[in-house]
């Protein structure tokens, strides 16, 4: 395609911006698919929007003047670029000139097709262990449905539609609006029957001539194992009930975990902190760290544990969404606890403990300072 847009807007190659504006302007009141209904004025019309884009842009237009077309894509503006601007970017240069047109009747909705339902969303909180175990769990639902008092038609039982009278069934009128450049006529949807060519004299008393009410229901769902804070389920078809035959929306149940006394999690690991004494991280021991469950693992502390190690039991955390049989793991946290009141026996014991501490240390420093006594006296 490599009509000469100076050619489309019937304009010289020295034509001034005004000369443009002015050449466009005549044009595309010719053109405006909603004044024109020949089948190639939209094509037309998209055509002169480009022309006019470029032209109006010194810069593209000295690009096309000198390599045409593929001068333009070959400087970045291709054809996914700014330029190829669609319908949304004409309507606003038509509405720039003219006031809004109300769009093209090509993209109206028309009001008699079926139309989708609305989806919804819940917010369910369940507990950690039903996180890690999986659960079924109930939801209380609030939904549109057709109206069972109708099935759904909005008419009262007994009558029927009636085909509007302004529009004679068509669901449009003519309008004509003043503008500067005269009168243009446009096809709009009947305001008396919403484009929908049809009457409702006898809505239904119960939804009104909506055809929907508002139902309340509950649904059971299914937890998966290791489904976690911020994550979402898809109930299909449980929104709201579709229009003119259009299908049902979707409810979205987006999950919290409500946080646990002693674990936290993260992704598929969990963490806790253990709090152990002074003889435990000295000496060592073996200890049972509590599981999801009620269950308990026993966990070996290697003597002379430090503060704030971390000891990892394999295999016991959060199972894996997609793959419950592997699990993560869990984090043990080392707490070294100070005994804040201590038995007299314990007191004894830690006495005793203290004077064989001083005992070590005088008999460090003093084997230090013979040596370094020694090194100075050679
Ligand atoms: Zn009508
Ligand atoms: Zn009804």
């Known amino acids: 395609m490599s009509a000469n847009y100076y050619e489309i807007l019937e304009v010289e190659k020295t034509a001034t911006k005004e000369e ?53 894509a070959g400087a970045g503006y291709a054809q996914q670029g700014p330029f190829d601007f669609g319908f949304g970017g004409l309507d606003e240069i038509f509405a720039s000139f003219f006031g809004d047109m109300g769009g093209f009747s090509s993209r109206r909705v028309d009001p008699n097709a079926p139309q989708r339902g609305s989806d919804l969303s819940y917010q369910l909180e369940i507990d950690f262990e039903e996180a890690i175990f999986g659960a079924e769990k109930e939801i209380p639902l609030e939904h549109l449905e057709p109206c069972k008092m109708c099935s759904g038609s909005g008419v009262e039982s007994g009558y029927k539609k ?32 919403s484009g929908t060519g049809q009457m409702n004299p006898h809505p239904c ?134 005994p804040k009141k201590i038995s007299q026996e314990e007191e004894k014991l830690y006495r005793r403990l203290l004077e064989i501490e001083k005992q070590s240390k005088e008999k460090q420093s003093e084997s230090l300072l013979s040596k370094f006594k020694e090194a100075i006296s050679r």
């Open 20 to 72: 443009i504006k002015s050449a466009f302007r005549k044009k595309a009141i010719k053109l405006h698919p909603d004044v024109n209904k020949a089948p190639d004025a939209e094509e037309k019309f998209k055509e002169l929007g480009k022309a006019y884009e470029v032209l109006m842009d010194d810069e593209k237009r000295a690009m096309y003047d000198q390599y045409g077309e593929e001068g333009l």
């Open 162 to 193: 009636e085909t509007c009278t302004t529009c004679k069934g068509s669901g449009h009128i003519k309008k004509v609006s003043r503008t500067i450049l005269g009168n243009i006529t446009q096809i709009v949807p009947c305001p008396n029957c």
């Open 205 to 338: 008393k119960k939804c009104k001539g909506s055809g929907q009410s508002m139902a309340k229901k509950t649904i059971s769902i299914k937890i998966p194992q290791g489904i976690d804070s911020g994550m979402k389920m898809r109930v299909s078809q449980e929104g709201d009930c579709g229009k003119n035959g259009g299908p049902s929306g979707d409810l979205f149940v987006f999950i919290r975990i409500k946080p646990h006394k002693i674990f936290q999690r993260n992704n598929i690991n969990l963490f806790i902190n253990y709090p152990i004494s002074l003889a435990q991280a000295a000496l060592g021991d073996e200890v049972d760290i509590p599981l999801p469950g009620d269950r308990t693992t026993k966990l070996k502390i290697p003597s002379g544990i430090q503060d704030g190690d971390t000891l990892k039991i394999k295999g016991e955390g959060v199972p894996y969404l997609n793959n419950p049989s592997q699990k993560g793991d869990i984090f043990v946290k080392i707490k070294l606890l100070t």
